[in-house]
């Protein structure tokens, strides 16, 4: 007797199914997210400010918890404040006054997908456990971050040093930063492949910002092997020592690539915010000097200015 035919089995799509786990680890996510407000027109556009705390300060101070520094915005401008209803914004006397959905308020109960507009920044209101607190942390995330390294790309970590900058100074806190670059990266390339220098780059701020700073540190690439790192209030001796052990940690690691061992240090300059510096640009420069003076004096090491 002939068996039956059976019928083939369809043919998963592969892209289908990557979709779906995607879209599962997104979810999941999404259950432990905050409240969040994100910029949606104006400065920082596509940032997320997640409202984590009982109350939240939006303004143009930079003391505010949401601080976006635009002039048609008051210092304290408005207030968020969880309550057992939900979050409720109020104004608190700003100049041009609090808007939820085009109209003015004193105080309201805000829900979900509401605008907010301050001065001319508006912001999109996202209640806790929702998809679109992923979705727009990632997007922000594409927009600021090297696709290479993960690390803030030059125009991200040149405004966060400006902001930073600011910050420090407003509030007298100490604000040091770090530039450095892997020594002899051309050599590198040449000899091992640029995918292995890829993997130096890449393994080198793995290294860094898994292991050797703090969640409130902030580390860039600036331009090719070239990277910034800002250590927020923090004191010059204790920036040496961390950058010491930076060094240290880089020269001793395992880079292997493909079977094969490649050798990798790096310089660091360091410089610390005083009264020399006048802005965030003096920061940079004083920065790129140190690191100069690094490379110039026999690289593998950290100068300070």
Not at 137 to 145: E, P, S
Not at 186 to 209: P, R, S, W
């Amino acid at each position: 007797m002939s068996q039956p035919k059976q019928s083939p089995k369809p043919e998963v799509d592969k892209t289908e199914v990557a979709e779906s786990d995607t879209l599962k680890i997104r979810l999941e996510e999404a259950k432990w997210t905050s409240a969040v407000l994100v910029v949606i027109s104006g400065r920082p556009l596509g940032k997320s400010f997640f409202l984590s705390k009982e109350k939240m300060v939006l303004g143009r101070d930079l003391t505010a918890d949401i601080s976006i520094g635009e002039s048609s915005i008051s210092r304290k401008h408005t207030q968020f404040e969880i309550t057992d209803q939900g979050i409720v914004a109020r104004d608190l006397g700003s100049t041009n006054g609090t808007f939820v959905n085009d109209q003015k308020i004193d105080d309201r109960l805000l829900e979900d997908g509401d605008l907010i507009r301050c001065g001319n920044t508006i912001l999109k209101f996202l209640k806790e456990g929702k998809i679109e607190n992923v979705h727009y942390g990632k997007m922000y995330d594409l927009a600021t971050r090297d696709d290479l390294t993960g690390a803030l790309n030059k125009k991200a970590i040149t405004e966060l040093i400006r902001e930073e900058f600011a910050r420090s100074q407003a509030k007298l806190l100490p604000l040091t930063m770090l530039m450095f670059d892997i020594d002899h990266f051309k050599q590198t390339n040449d000899t091992f492949g640029h995918l292995a220098g890829d993997y130096v780059l890449k393994e080198t701020c793995n290294l860094i910002k898994n292991r050797m700073i703090r969640q409130q540190d902030a580390l860039g690439r600036y331009g090719g092997e070239e990277f910034a790192l800002v250590l927020r209030e923090t004191p010059l001796h204790i920036a040496v020592d961390v950058a010491e052990r930076i060094r240290s940690t880089i020269e001793k690691n395992n880079f292997n690539f493909d079977g094969k061992q490649i050798p990798v240090t790096i310089s660091i300059g360091v410089v610390s915010m005083d009264s020399t510096t006048k802005n965030f640009e003096d920061l940079i420069a004083l920065a790129d000097k140190a690191l100069y003076d690094a490379k110039n004096q026999g690289r593998n090491r950290v100068c300070v200015r």
